[in-house]
């Protein structure tokens, strides 16, 4: 199984794939978006949207998860990137619909270090611990590496969950 781990945001976003075959989980590819060469906002969700349907022609990944919202120093940041964030998701519904899992930064944090206030270089280091030394050109492509890694650790409860909740209410999520 391939996972697409997203990082969103309105500048540049990160992305990463990994490989879960049993409990062996290997590392694929990572890189980063980047929109800022855009300078009207509302122009760059356009290119958020075809920048995310490229990647899943690319890498064709069968689950993908993206971090929440977090907290943000401005309302209009936080504005930005949950639109930023839509349209992303909306790029993926397309083709992977029920196959979209969103996760916190915390349990991020938590799942790759066990601590959910983790720094970013203790997140790094869990993250060499696991697949050994990888050259990230910025922040954002190991941010989306812990994404995936977190969904690997965490899918099969997400699934368990998803399965209750559709007994329960009948209903298919």
């Known amino acids: ?5 997203i990082d969103p945001g309105s500048r540049k976003a990160g992305y990463a794939l990994i490989e879960v075959q ?20 509302i122009d760059r969700l356009g290119l ?18 993206v971090e929440s919202l977090i907290y943000v120093k401005s309302i209009e ?8 964030r839509g349209a992303m998701v909306a790029a993926f519904t397309h083709t992977h619909s029920g196959k979209i899992f969103e996760y916190a930064p915390n349990l991020v944090k938590s799942s790759v270090t066990g601590h959910g206030h983790a720094s970013k270089e203790a997140v790094d ?8 030394k990888i050259n990230f050109k910025t922040t ?5 590496l812990a994404i995936a890694v977190c969904h690997a ?13 559709t007994m329960t209410t ?4």
Request: charged fraction near 30%.
């Open 1 to 5: 199984m391939i996972i697409l781990g």
């Open 22 to 41: 049993g409990k062996k989980i290997s590392y694929l590819a990572s890189g980063a978006l980047k929109f800022d060469h855009v300078d009207e906002f």
């Open 48 to 65: 958020i949207y075809k920048s995310c349907e490229e990647i899943l022609i690319k890498y064709q990944p069968d689950e993908i998860s």
């Open 77 to 84: 940041a936080l504005s930005k990137l949950a639109q930023a």
């Open 125 to 132: 280091k869990a993250l060499g611990m696991i697949f050994g």
């Open 140 to 144: 954002d492509e190991s941010d989306a």
């Open 153 to 165: 650790l965490n899918r099969n409860m997400r699934m368990k969950l998803m399965e209750k909740k």
């Open 170 to 173: 009948g209903k298919t999520l």
